[in-house]
């Protein structure tokens, strides 16, 4: 059953009950969104795009003052925290779909949940506009079962259209006891509709398919976060994480985040591959590591694009600093260029996302204008973005 949600700044509330939602399509209806796009034409910026070019957000004054959905009222599943949304548009419905993951006060008041995160349900909500989101309440729950890999909690930053299903990969954490959490790992779920989801059986602890290692010469630390999925050209899956580790950098121990991917030919058994690859120099916005990637085939190019959580500076001993919003493309998901030294968005001073954004996710709407939503940080609620003009990355203005 799913429950309703209560009211937030640009949303308003419907009951999913009763209700069966269409087939859906891909998430837009230019091409098939998951092959690279290897023929097609793009606009003249675009082909001179080059990674010394400075990438630049706008906005309006109508445009910053709130976020495109925010939490709920006292006792709504997410009147407590609200993570990152990922969102598809559906031409057979003629609408956006957006589910976000969030935590509601009595999940952590009773010790459901990890204090200070926001892992908990997946929720979704709908608009027609990217701009104006109706909620419906929540669509995935943490699994029920204290072995359960996910029984603390879930969360999201990508969405994939693979198969005729919506593809959502999540991170979550084991509950060990009442306010007591375990190990972060990764996870799977599908769906037909959007609406009622089956989460895949991994061959990890408690059904998970991915998680860190506790070697303590790996690239990775023991936790993984916010992971992402394409589908390749010749049918296997990269599946994107990122994870941390205290790193010598200047004489110096630093907590730097990495990105890295698993590879598989069935979606269910997954190789690791290691860090992805980076063409040109760690830049000024990203020196403190990458995280929260989301890929999808670029839709004004060759191969992936790929949005990202960019760290401005090290973090030893503390999961904030000042969190901006990268750019990059990638031939083969594996080897990636960033476009830009500077972040497509960083947070608007005096606005209510000043205090940075990051775990974007991507989507190319009707209009083949993409569009991108975005967490500002912290707990501020998410925002949106879309490209000023078709075909160029170099330009976004907030909605």
């Known amino acids: 059953m799913l429950r309703s949600l209560g009211s937030s700044p640009r949303s308003t509330n419907a009951s999913l009950s009763g209700h069966r939602f269409p087939h859906p399509l891909p998430f837009h209806s230019l091409s098939n969104p998951l092959q690279p796009h290897r023929e097609r034409h793009c606009s003249s910026r675009m082909q001179q795009l080059n990674p010394s070019v400075h990438l630049q957000a706008s906005s309006s004054d109508s445009a910053v003052e709130r976020p495109v959905l925010g939490k709920g009222k006292p006792g709504d599943p997410d009147d407590c925290k609200i993570g990152c949304g990922v969102a598809m548009w559906l031409p057979q419905d003629g609408l956006y779909r957006m589910w976000y993951y969030t935590n509601s006060q009595a999940q952590n008041d009773n010790g459901d949940v990890p204090k200070g995160l926001s892992l908990g349900n997946i929720c979704l909500a709908e608009s027609k506009d990217f701009v104006n989101w109706e909620k419906k309440g929540v669509v995935i729950s943490p699994g029920t079962d204290s072995q359960d890999w996910d029984s603390g909690g879930l969360g999201l930053t990508s969405a994939a259209w693979i198969n005729e299903e919506v593809w959502l990969p999540l991170f979550g954490q084991d509950k060990l006891a009442q306010g007591k959490f375990g190990k972060q790992r990764l996870g799977l779920a599908r769906s037909k509709d959007g609406v009622t989801w089956k989460k895949v059986k991994g061959h990890g602890h408690g059904g998970s398919i991915l998680e860190g290692s506790d070697d303590k010469d790996a690239w990775e630390s023991s936790m993984s976060f916010c992971p992402g999925m394409v589908q390749t050209s010749d049918g296997s899956y990269i599946y994107y994480y990122h994870s941390s580790k205290l790193r010598e ?116 709407g009707p209009d083949g204008l993409l569009r991108m939503l975005y967490h500002a940080f912290p707990n501020k609620g998410i925002g949106a973005m879309i490209v000023a003009e078709k075909g160029n990355l170099t330009k976004w203005k907030r909605l």
């Open 249 to 364: 950098r200047e004489g110096k121990e630093r907590n730097i985040w990495m990105i890295g991917y698993a590879t598989s030919t069935d979606g269910v058994h997954f190789e690791k591959g290691g860090p992805i690859k980076w063409t040109n120099e760690v830049a000024k916005m990203d020196y403190g590591g990458q995280a929260g990637p989301a890929v999808i085939p670029n839709p004004y190019g060759r191969g992936f694009l790929m949005a990202y959580t960019a760290l401005d500076k090290e973090m030893p001993g503390s999961f904030y600093g000042k969190w901006s919003t990268g750019l990059a493309t990638s031939p083969d998901g594996v080897t990636w260029t960033r476009l830009g030294d500077q972040p497509v968005a960083s947070g608007e001073e005096g606005h209510w996302d000043e205090q940075g954004v990051g775990h974007p996710s991507l989507c190319l």
